[in-house]
């Protein structure tokens, strides 16, 4: 039991310094569930051996796990509503990272590198993924 929680102290402390999301959200749904049935198994266990603090605690982080799996997206009404009107050209050089003097060529390269990350297919989202299209549409006159 003190392995485990070392172990898992050490993953968090590890995930926690890189300071930048490691796992994606479909991925951390899975995790989240497998770490809270393990914890279930072992507050049952625990619980068969009367040993109650630490069956306590293991079903508290088992339910905390159950949930922050379960937990999904905000609601469209939280949502902010999208812009309408049509982009200005420093925001869509600000959106692709391009400088004012970018060629055609550098400007596919920007959409091209920022929508491999950006698409949903890929985890992104399909606002981010229209702010980008509309981007280049802006700068290549499309």
Known sequence: ???LALGAAALWL??????KPILKRREWRLMSASFA???FAGAAA???RSLWAPALVLLILGLW????????SAPAAARPAPRTGRMSADEARSILGVGADA????IQA???RLMR???????????????????RDRLLGR
Not at 14 to 19: K, T
Not at 65 to 72: E, N, P
Not at 117 to 129: I, M
């Open 37 to 39: 049935l393990a914890a």
């Open 110 to 112: 920007a959409y091209t």
């Open 65 to 72: 796990l159950a949930v922050s799996a379960r937990r999904t």
């Open 103 to 106: 060629s055609r060529e550098e």
């Open 117 to 135: 990350l950006a698409h949903p297919d890929k985890g992104g989202t399909s606002g981010l993924a229209a702010q980008l299209n509309a981007a």
């Open 46 to 48: 625990c619980a068969l």
């Open 14 to 19: 590890v995930l926690w310094a890189s300071g």
């Open 1 to 3: 039991m003190l392995y």
